[in-house]
């Protein structure tokens, strides 16, 4: 393959000024870039990421290679890549990128073969493609790794499991355990981005109709929240009592996906599971339904199944709207082929939230290097110390102030003699 493979670099200008744009959202990360422009902590180091390809992306890249590291990227999603973005990175920033919206499955893998041939020392992934594809195809690449970072939820499933079952062969830092990035990019950024997703698709009024958000995890939980606010009827289905639980006490009604089903008018699903809208759900569907997925991986809805059960061909209504005719002539929309509609349908997460996802992958590259060999092959977690810099550093930035403990008050909550 090519140096890079991307749609036109003629689409770099306006890409170039996207990146910028981001940039000013994203403090955090340009104190890192600060720091590591100085220090150089990445010296020499291969980056292989694979990851988003968008501007908050591009940022995070940028700070890298600041850093003295050798960055390559190819994307995370065949869906989720923005071209102008990629061509920026490939024009004004020298950065390899081998992503093009809506490849297809095997460019999809000739782009992650195309970033591991990079012969990375770090690999930086975004749902572990990377490492299961470095584990199943490319093992001979395995010595040159000092450790992996893995950016969502899914991926640190997919590593858990690898790592319980004795296969994972180097150590990866799990990013997404870190509270400075779960508790914003997965609550606030999913939430805000997932409802711009749906609207930019199909311009919709949320206000007073009935969306069924699947799950009530991090991401799931800060979609019914943008959802209740933009006057939606929030229905919520769970499987974990203590989740569904909260959604109950937040105020939500919590019913099983075959219940929901039938009221809902706009169906997402953020879980990390598979077939959570399978057919006798779809089956059970209003005429006009719209189904959506901000999960990782587009196996949420059971989308082989829809055309199982589904007349002819689906048709493109809208870019990123497929409707399906059922036999009795009801019909459902699909958006984004199921895929991340956050993503495919609208940026992502803004910058702001990025800024701390993205300052945590910097530091825990830092801290890889750091460690050097002495890192177990398993699942490590960010340090505490790197989370609460970076919470610290973003206060800062937002220009908030919090108060010291006093030496009194450190006295007291360290002790257990001082009663009422
Ligand atoms: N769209 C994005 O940009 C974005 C951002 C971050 C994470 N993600 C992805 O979103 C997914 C969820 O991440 P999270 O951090 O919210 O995970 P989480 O573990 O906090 O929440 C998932 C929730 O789904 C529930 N669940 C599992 N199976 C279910 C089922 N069959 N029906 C109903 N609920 C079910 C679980 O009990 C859990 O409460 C993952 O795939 C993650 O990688 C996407």
């Known amino acids: 393959m090519a140096d890079y493979d991307v749609r036109d670099l003629d689409l770099a200008p306006g890409g170039r000024r996207k990146i910028e744009w981001a940039a000013r959202e994203m ?51 065949p869906l989720s890549t923005q071209d102008d973005t990629a061509a920026a990175l490939v024009h004004y920033y020298e950065i390899p990128v081998f992503a093009i919206k809506g490849e297809d499955h095997q460019t999809y893998y000739e782009h992650i073969h195309a970033v591991l041939d990079h012969k990375p020392h770090i690999t930086m992934d975004d749902g572990a493609d990377l490492v299961s594809t470095l584990h199943q195809d490319r093992t001979e690449l395995i010595g040159n790794i000092v450790a992996g970072t893995e950016e969502t939820t899914t991926g640190v499933i997919r ?30 950024g ?8 749906i609207i930019r698709a199909t311009n919709t009024l949320i206000a007073g109709k009935t969306v069924v958000v699947a799950g009530y995890g991090w991401c799931s939980r800060g979609i019914a ?3 209740k606010g933009l006057g939606g009827n929030i229905v919520v289905t769970e499987v974990d009592p203590l989740k569904a639980l909260e959604a ?22 953020a879980t990390g599971d598979i077939n959570v809208i399978d057919t006798h759900h779809l089956e059970a569907m209003k005429d006009g339904a719209i189904i959506s997925n901000s999960g990782h991986f587009n196996v949420e809805i059971n989308i082989p199944g829809l055309r199982e059960i589904s007349t002819g061909d689906p048709r493109r209504v809208q870019p990123f709207v497929e409707e399906y005719t059922l036999p009795d002539g009801r ?67 937002l220009g908030v102030e919090i108060d010291v403990l006093t030496d009194e008050q450190e006295r007291y909550l360290a002790s257990w003699q001082e009663g009422t």
């Open 27 to 77: 403090p955090v990360l340009g104190l890192m870039q600060q720091q590591f422009k100085t220090e150089q902590p990445l010296k020499g180091v291969r980056v292989s990421g694979c990851l988003h390809i968008t501007t908050e992306t591009a940022n995070l890249a940028h700070t890298l290679q600041l850093g003295g590291a050798e960055v390559m990227l190819c994307a995370s999603n």
């Open 159 to 188: 590593l858990r499991a690898m790592a319980k079952d004795g296969a994972l062969r180097f150590p990866v830092v799990a990013v997404n355990d870190a509270l400075t990035k779960h508790l914003f990019d997965n609550r606030y």
């Open 190 to 197: 999913t939430g805000q981005s997932t409802l711009d997703g």
């Open 225 to 227: 929240m943008r959802a």
């Open 248 to 269: 109950v006490m937040d105020g939500f009604r919590v019913m099983p996906m075959i219940e929901a089903a039938s009221i809902g008018d706009i169906f997402v699903t």
């Open 331 to 397: 019909v459902v929309f699909l958006l984004a082929d199921g895929r991340l509609v956050n993503l495919a349908a609208a940026e992502g997460h803004p910058a702001s939230v990025m800024d701390m996802s993205f300052a945590n992958q910097s530091l825990a590259a830092e801290y890889i290097v750091q460690q050097g060999d002495s890192l177990e092959k398993t699942v490590h977690s960010v340090p505490k110390e790197i989370d609460d810099r970076i919470a610290r550093l973003k206060l800062q930035a």
